[in-house]
């Protein structure tokens, strides 16, 4: 017979099993859950760890970064160096093909200065262009050249002035001058990115920095190739002429005044120095001359090319070349340069052309020295006297300097210096002007006026010598 369980017996029968599966159904599925979380976590770990190894370099995600060699910054891409593109063909590994980059933009009359920008990975390209005479260069496109003008009014009037059939030249680094032939030109909106294609050889000229959503473009399909100079090599068989020389070019006359070598500035990139050429030209024409149609390139003795510098050409003694040079007038100005620090070339070669394929070149030969230290080394130093003027304003300072080396030793205004517990003073007048040219043996006799320091101790500098100065208060 069926014994009748009573509350007692069931009371004791839940205290022996423990709770019921509902009710710990959560927690078994966080558990699980937990468990498949960790295993996925584990499996992703290995499949990216194993992907990275794969990667140059190897060693993991953070290889190189932490734990692993210091990494030294490198400067970014400039213009004046080859792009490297490296292309895949079919299944086959890639292969490294070495191309000449873009230096100058020729178009409705215009030149341009070319530097590279890169291209956002979204595809949106919005470069930030300070000067009209500069055109951006969306960085690696190398088959449908992709140049930006800034959305000025004049550069809104060159590109809405092209028509079919009109011309846009390109010179590369290595002489060669690529030909275009205007075949469109259109109101595309800012984002549209099949402006980048590389399918065929063309250009396509893009005005950026225009308000609103659109942007103007020309495109062009390439036509040919003109003056195909290796790099470093001159066509013509014009002899180098001296700095400090003068020699004509058509309807100008030119002459270099002097140089000047530019160190650790926030301008600069690691690794490189501004090289400034001061020039003298005068319009012995009948006309106008548009001097944006000259083009100023620097080439050392191993073959490199180096196009000019915006940002160089404005720190000099005289301002850039622009706009146009009336008949008659005569103009001071400099051209700028990013050289590499290290360069050993014991001598350069500025060269000055036409961009719009005009017969006639000009090369002067310039001495070139690693830096100031060097031209120091070279240069004797003899400061004579220092008086302060009789109203109490300026001192000046009397003294010779002879060049003991062999090449031409350049003083530039930045060479000479009167400073002060960190104060740099005022020149009120030099004599002779800057830059003082001394032929290798030669002496000259200076003169500088500074505005008198607020004590009585200054530092008078010449090519990095120091010479103290007391009395001054």
């Known amino acids: 017979m069926a014994e009748m369980e009573t509350p007692e017996t069931q009371d004791t029968s ?127 496109t190398i088959i449908n050249y992709v140049l930006g003008l800034d959305s000025t009014s004049e550069n809104r009037r060159v590109m809405e002035g092209l028509a079919e059939g009109d011309e846009i030249r390109i010179v590369m680094q290595n002489g060669a001058e690529y030909v275009f032939v205007v075949i469109s030109r259109e109101i595309v909106p800012s984002e549209q990115a099949d402006i980048f294609r590389q399918q065929s050889p063309g250009v396509t000229l893009v005005l950026v920095g225009s308000e609103g959503g659109d942007r103007l473009i020309v495109r062009g399909n390439f036509q040919g190739t003109e003056g195909n100079v290796p790099a470093g090599s001159v066509s013509g068989s014009d002899e180098a002429v001296e700095m400090g020389d003068t020699v004509e070019l058509a309807d100008l006359r030119l002459s270099v005044l002097g140089t000047t070598s530019l160190f650790n500035r926030p301008e600069i990139p690691a ?38 510098n915006p940002v ?41 052309g036409f961009t719009d394929g005009s017969p006639g070149q000009i090369r002067v030969r310039i001495p070139f020295t690693a830096g100031i230290e060097d031209a120091a080394q070279n240069a004797l130093v003899v400061p004579q006297s220092a008086e302060v003027s009789l109203d109490g304003t300026s001192v000046t300072v009397v003294g010779q300097i002879t060049n003991v080396g062999s090449q031409t030793l350049v003083v530039n205004d930045a060479d000479v210096t009167l400073t002060s517990e960190g104060t ?26 500074f505005q008198r320091p607020l004590v009585a101790q200054a530092v008078f500098t010449v090519l990095n010598q120091p010479f103290l100065l007391t009395g001054l208060r």
């Open 424 to 449: 740099l003073y005022l020149k009120l007048s030099t004599n002779p002007t800057f830059p003082w040219a001394i032929p290798p043996g030669q002496t000259i006799t200076y003169s500088v006026a």
């Open 312 to 352: 160089a050409s404005q720190l000099g003694n005289s301002p850039p070349l622009i706009g146009f040079l009336n008949p008659g007038d005569t103009r001071n100005a400099t051209a700028g340069y990013q050289i590499p620090v290290g360069l050993t070339s014991p001598t350069l070669v500025w060269v000055v």
């Open 14 to 140: 839940e205290s022996v099993a423990g709770p019921s599966f509902a009710e710990r159904g959560p927690l078994i599925i966080a558990i699980v859950a937990t468990v498949l979380g960790l295993c996925i976590v584990c499996v992703t770990a290995y499949f990216l760890l194993r992907d990275s190894a794969d990667l140059p370099g190897g060693g993991g995600p953070l290889s190189g970064v932490l734990g692993g060699d210091d990494v030294t910054p490198t400067p970014f891409p400039v213009v004046d160096r080859d792009l490297v593109v490296r292309a895949d063909i079919d299944d086959s590994a890639g292969i490294s093909v070495t191309l000449s980059s873009p230096v100058t933009l020729i178009v409705g009359g215009q030149a341009f200065t070319v530097q590279g920008v890169d291209v956002d990975p979204t595809g949106r390209w919005t470069p930030e262009l300070t000067d009209e005479n500069v055109a951006a260069w969306a960085y690696g």
């Open 271 to 308: 690794g490189f120095m501004f090289f400034l050429v001061d020039f003298q030209i005068q319009n012995t024409g009948t006309a106008p001359f548009a001097t944006g149609t000259l083009n100023l390139v620097l080439r050392d003795e191993f073959g490199n090319q180096y196009a000019l």
